[in-house]
């Protein structure tokens, strides 16, 4: 695995738009080689009601999605917050990738819910172990709404430099995985996978 100063982070929710964009961004901003990605079959964005998402494939635009937000209601989607969610993503990256159709080795992979968690593990033990490469999958659940998405992406970006500043990431993380589960009476999930 290489150095923990030079490790790949992948950070993964639902549909590569609030939680993981959000800990892409502060992560970025810290210096990290960091990608976001969703596991979903479409992105979803919150609609006028609950039973009324706004559906798009994976590969749509950030900013074409910012486009028909403020055609459809501009007010809405100003008044909850999606259309900052938008231009935030469209000022990091073109589009939402699914990780599933991604062939980049990373070294650490944080997903932001149990269920994607699972959905990642899932494609690892799909994948071939060719390369025989380890990966650490971790998982922090995040509630998908701005304000956790904001203090999920500050605890991802605590754990990433307590890695970045270990000497050994696979000999460490289980500490790190300790310290961060007492300071913030959470438990995390974490597992190893290969590429």
């Given at each position: 695995?290489?150095?923990?100063?030079?490790?790949?982070?992948?950070?993964?929710?639902?549909?590569?738009?609030?939680?993981?964009?959000?800990?892409?961004?502060?992560?970025?901003?810290?210096?990290?080689?960091?990608?976001?990605?969703?596991?979903?079959?479409?992105?979803?964005?919150?609609?006028?009601?609950?039973?009324?998402?706004?559906?798009?494939?994976?590969?749509?635009?950030?900013?074409?999605?910012?486009?028909?937000?403020?055609?459809?209601?501009?007010?809405?989607?100003?008044?909850?917050?999606?259309?900052?969610?938008?231009d935030r993503n469209r000022r990091i990256k073109d589009h939402p990738e699914r990780f599933q159709e991604s062939n980049i080795v990373f070294d650490l992979?944080?997903?932001?819910?149990?269920?994607?968690?699972?959905?990642?593990?899932?494609?690892?033990?799909?994948?071939?172990?060719?390369?025989?490469?380890?990966?650490?999958?971790?998982?922090?659940?995040?509630?998908?709404?701005?304000?956790?998405?904001?203090?999920?992406?500050?605890?991802?970006?605590?754990?990433?430099?307590?890695?970045?500043?270990?000497?050994?990431?696979?000999?460490?993380?289980?500490?790190?995985?300790?310290?961060?589960?007492?300071?913030?009476?959470?438990?995390?999930?974490?597992?190893?996978?290969?590429?």
């Open positions: 695995m290489s150095s923990p100063t030079k490790m790949k982070i992948a950070v993964v929710c639902s549909s590569n738009q609030n939680r993981s964009m959000e800990a892409h961004k502060v992560l970025m901003r810290k210096g990290f080689d960091v990608q976001s990605f969703g596991t979903g079959t479409h992105v979803r964005i919150p609609g006028p009601a609950a039973d009324q998402p706004n559906v798009f494939p994976f590969g749509t635009t950030y900013d074409e999605m910012y486009k028909k937000l403020v055609a459809a209601d501009k007010d809405l989607y100003t008044r909850n917050g999606m259309l900052n969610m938008l992979v944080i997903t932001c819910e149990e269920r994607i968690y699972d959905h990642v593990v899932e494609d690892m033990e799909r994948r071939s172990s060719a390369l025989a490469r380890p990966t650490h999958i971790l998982n922090i659940d995040i509630a998908d709404n701005h304000e956790d998405a904001m203090l999920g992406a500050i605890l991802i970006c605590e754990i990433c430099e307590m890695l970045r500043d270990s000497d050994d990431l696979d000999d460490d993380i289980e500490r790190v995985i300790q310290e961060i589960e007492a300071e913030n009476d959470r438990s995390l999930l974490h597992t190893v996978a290969f590429y």
